[in-house]
Nanobody, 124 residues
Framework: QVQLVESGGGLVQAGGSRRLSCAASVLPFSIYGMGWFRQAPAKEREFVAAIDRFGYNTNYADSVKGRFAISRDNAKNTVYLQMNSLKPEDTAVYYC?????????????????WGQGTQVTVSS
């Protein structure tokens, strides 16, 4: 079975930066595209960013475009989300997910495996 473990969440001031990591265990990491989603209390899970299996293509939600950057290191079986210029509305649990499709989908049903999430709180 695969296991995805997020880390790097925490409390950050508005305007600050944070980098999230997602480490894949017992996973043929390089065959999966990876995505980041987030969910705030009483809100639906929303797409944040995605990257294809080779790191050639990326996709971002309009709300984070220009502020967040997704990247991956296949040698380390890890995907990252660099978050800059953070806003209070970025506060959420952030989840990484893996998809078997050869694309950068923005919809949750396209992702097969999910991590447990890491909390990011942005204070004003």
């Amino acid at each position: 079975q695969v296991q995805l473990v997020e880390s790097g969440g925490g409390l950050v001031q508005a305007g600050g930066s944070r980098r999230l990591s997602c480490a894949a265990s017992v996973l043929p990491f390089s065959i999966y595209g990876m995505g980041w989603f987030r969910q705030a209390p009483a809100k639906e899970r929303e797409f944040v960013a995605a990257i294809d299996r080779f790191g050639y293509n990326t996709n971002y939600a309009d709300s984070v475009k220009g502020r967040f950057a997704i990247s991956r290191d296949n040698a380390k079986n890890t995907v990252y989300l660099q978050m800059n210029s953070l806003k209070p509305e970025d506060t959420a649990v952030y989840y990484c997910a893996a998809t078997a499709v050869i694309a950068v989908p923005s919809t949750a049903p396209m992702y097969r495996y999910w991590g447990q999430g890491t909390q990011v709180t942005v204070s004003s």
